[in-house]
Every structure is written in structure tokens, then in C-alpha cells.
């Protein structure tokens, strides 16, 4: 890496890699008034394409449950390709886990927005999610995981 180098960080493509919906319980669900229980868990993934180009893929799992009964699951999995130049090795994680997720969820929280009105029931608008936050938290139990590996053999 040169001296005079820029660090360059570009979004190529986003775009729905997979889309998923099931209502296992119709019509059925359809005529329950009680409140759905929403459940919402996140995943995100970054790896390299080639060099300087990488994929970001962020899954969110919708499920709804009322009365004990599932009322609809949708998983949503929003990518993208971004370029990620002239940055520093040990900076390449944090942005692949932090910067590109921040990007993509908002298109994912539309997607899945949108999917849910259109099988017929209210939207759900994710909450605001800080990547950040678990980034660090997964830094934490990646740091004890391996400290208490050492302490076993």
C-alpha cells in the first residue's frame, strides 16, 4: 500500500439476494384478534469477491406468533457488493460488520415492510438497530471464548 494512497469505500450493488415467506397457518390467522408477538433476529456476513470488492449479506428473521400459532415468517437477506480500498487489514472487519449493515438495513427494513403488508397483514417496522453495539458484543465473547480455550488445554 503506498503512502499516498486514498482509502476508498464505494457501494457497487445492493440488492435482495433471498426472499422468504410463509403463512402456515391460513386463512386461519387471518380471523385472529389477538396481538401478534413479533420476534426479529439479525445476522450479517461479510466476505471477499476479489480483491477490494466484497459482499455483505444481512439477514433478518421475521417470525409472528399468536395464540401459540405462527401467523407468518419472513426472512429477508439484503446484499451488498462495496468496494473497500487502500484501508488498513484490521480495519476491513469493522466496516464489513459495521459500516456495510448500517447501509443495507434500511433497504432490508423496507423489504420486509412491504412483504408483510402484502401478505395481508400490518407492516412491521424493524427498530433502529446499532451495529456497532453488536459488533463490540460479539468481539467480547469472541475474546472470553478464546481466553477460556487457552485455560482448558
Known sequence: MSDNAQPVFSIEKIYVKDLSLEIPNA???FLQ????QIEVQLHSEGRAVEDGIFQVVLTVTVTA????KAMFLVEAAQAGIFQVRNVPDEDIEPILAIACPNILFPY???TVSDVVNRAGFPP???A???FEAL???RMLERQQQEGSEIRIQ
Open 108 to 110: 432490508v427494513r423496507e
Open 27 to 29: 386463512p386461519e390467522v
Open 33 to 36: 384478534r389477538e396481538q401478534p
Open 135 to 137: 459488533y463490540q458484543q
Open 128 to 130: 433502529p438497530v446499532n
Open 65 to 68: 406468533r399468536a395464540a401459540e
Open 124 to 126: 412491521v417496522l424493524l
